[in-house]
Every structure is written in structure tokens, then in C-alpha cells.
């Protein structure tokens, strides 16, 4: 089936989706973006990362085209015209099209691009790979001060992530001047340690507040388990008792690996386990 992808106001085939050459999005990576899970048809989080959305572009000043309730029919429509039950879908704004300038406060106001597009992912393929655990390599963290804004400039993190590619990783944990992890190139990192208690970096500037991060500490809440924010070594990861990354497309994915230590027997913790499978009782499923 054609995918099609949904332009400025219009649904158009894979092969037409064009945005403009003097695109901010495409000349000074101005954009921000959004990546919401699809299962069974329905967006996961919705409102979660709408917000998200709505203060991304709120820190870098770039106009709201349209209201929550209009992007989320945005999103819907896209998820609906290729046909996703399984998958996820993709929103991006950029502040839109000017000759180039640096400057873009001056211009007469931008349009903000608009592009949607969703595709389908197989569920039992993600839970297979979920069930055997993913690598992942540190390197070092060279991207900007301002990480907590899910912006387009993912230069940094596609570098770092065919970098692990090479030592057979799927993800690359980023870690700071002081030797702390950030998080991953495309997720957030997660340590349990030996008493059970769950550690994740608490959110600053450095690194992303995650939508999946956010529900899983309500179910960690929910079920009474402990929860630690603060930053925590390589040195530190390699010796816990479980490890794993979040994100909308991955879920709970166990760390099996760091670098070349196996994390625990070398296979996905207990307790990781069981939050990736108890993961959808505490999410949010909008409706179709
Ligand atoms: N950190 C970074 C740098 C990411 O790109 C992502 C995925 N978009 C995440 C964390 C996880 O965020 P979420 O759970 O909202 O997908």
C-alpha cells in the first residue's frame, strides 16, 4: 500500500511530499518534533506528547498552527490513511519557510511547516526482540545545552547510534563531562541496582523528559517500587542488577549488554519484564 504523508493541509503519496528548499526545518534543523506509539489502532499518551509538543514550541518561540485537538485529528487521519493498527506515528513542525537568515525574529510571520506521517511496526517482532534484550555502547555526549527540547537536530545522536551499530549495539548511551549517562540517542536510560530500587536521571536541560519515562514512574508509583532520580556512571550500569532504555517505539526494552560487560546473567531482568508487560495498564490509549 502507498504511504501517504500529510504536507501543510494535505494527505499526499509517499513520492509528492515535498516541503519547501528554504525550510528552517531543513537549513537550521528549526523544528521540533513528536513520535507517539499506535497500538491496536489507538495512540498511546496522547495528550502527553501533545503537551510536550506544545511546550517545545512554546521554549523556542515558534507559533502553534493549530490547536491540540487539530493536530491530534491530524494524527489520527495520518494513522487512518495507511492503515496502521500496530506502529507509530510521527509529527513534525517546523517555523517554516524565509531566505536564509540567522535572524528570524524580523520576518513577516511564518507559516510553521506542518508534516505527519505513521507506519507500521509488527508488534510480535518489537516483543522478540524484547525478549532477548538490546547492546548498547557509551560515547561520549556532544550535543547542544538545551536536550530537554525534542528538536530535529539529531545529528549527534545518529552519529552515536551507528557508532554502537558497529560493536553490534542498538543504542548508544550518552555520557557527560562528569562521566554521568544523559540518556540514550533515542531513549531514556534506566539502572535497577541491587536492592531493587529503580534509577533514571532526573530531568534537566541535558536530556529529554520522556512521555514513556513519565508513565513508568506512575507505574512504578502504583506499585510501590523505589524510585531514585539522579545521574548514575557507566562504571555504575555495568555493575546493576538490570538495566533497559524507554521510548514510545521500544516501550521497555532490556539492556542486556553495556559495551562489553553483560548486565546481570546477560539476560532481560526480572523486573524489567514485568513493567514492559504491565506497561499499557498505566498508559493512556486515546480513542481512533
Ligand atoms: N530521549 C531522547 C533523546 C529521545 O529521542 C527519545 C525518543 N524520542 C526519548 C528520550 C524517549 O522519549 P519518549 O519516551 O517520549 O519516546
Known amino acids: 500500500m502507498a504511504r501517504i504523508i500529510y504536507v501543510n493541509g494535505r494527505y499526499v503519496p509517499w513520492g509528492e511530499a515535498w516541503v519547501h528548499a528554504e525550510d528552517r526545518g531543513f537549513q537550521f534543523a528549526d523544528a521540533i518534533y513528536e513520535v507517539c506509539e499506535v497500538r ?9 506528547h501533545l503537551g510536550r509538543l506544545k511546550r517545545s514550541l ?3 518561540e515558534i507559533a502553534a498552527p493549530m490547536s491540540g485537538a487539530a ?56 516483543n522478540a526482540g524484547a525478549a532477548v534484550g538490546i547492546a548498547v555502547r557509551s560515547m561520549p555526549d556532544i550535543r547542544w545545552g538545551r536536550c530537554d527540547i525534542k528538536s530535529v537536530m539529531l545529528l ?17 548511551w550518552l555520557v557527560d563531562e562528569h562521566g554521568f549517562v544523559t540518556e540514550g540517542a533515542s531513549s531514556n536510560a534506566w539502572i535497577i541496582d541491587k536492592s531493587g530500587a529503580l534509577i533514571t536521571r532526573q530531568i534537566d536541560s541535558s536530556l529529554l523528559c520522556g512521555i514513556t519515562r513519565t508513565t513508568l514512574i506512575d507505574l512504578i508509583r502504583r506499585e510501590g517500587l523505589e524510585l531514585i532520580e539522579r545521574p548514575f556512571t557507566i562504571a555504575e550500569a555495568k555493575a546493576a542488577r538490570e538495566a533497559f532504555t524507554t521510548s514510545a517505539t521500544a516501550i521497555v526494552m532490556p539492556v542486556v549488554r553495556i559495551d562489553d560487560t553483560s ?3 546477560g539476560a532481560p531482568g526480572i523486573l524489567t519484564t514485568r513493567l514492559r508487560e504491565e506497561f499499557h495498564t498505566m498508559a493512556e490509549a486515546a480513542h481512533r
Do not use: W
Request: hydrophobic letters at 40%; proline letters at 3%.
Open 40 to 48: 491496536h489502532g489507538r495512540m498511546i499518551d496522547e495528550t502527553r
Open 156 to 172: 549527534p545522536a545518529s552519529l552515536a547510534k551507528e557508532a554502537a551499530k558497529e560493536i553490534g549495539a542498538k543504542e548508544a
Open 263 to 265: 548486565i546481570g546473567n
Open 58 to 60: 512554546a521554549e523556542l
Open 71 to 126: 493536530l491530534g485529528r491530524v494524527l489520527r487521519e495520518t494513522i487512518r490513511r495507511n492503515r496502521v493498527v500496530d506502529g507509530s506515528v510521527y509529527l513534525q513542525i517546523s517555523r517554516g519557510v524565509r531566505p536564509r537568515d540567522f535572524l528570524f525574529s524580523d520576518a513577516v510571520a511564518m507559516q510553521p511547516t506542518i508534516v505527519c506521517l505513521a507506519r507500521s511496526m509488527s508488534r510480535q517482532k518489537n
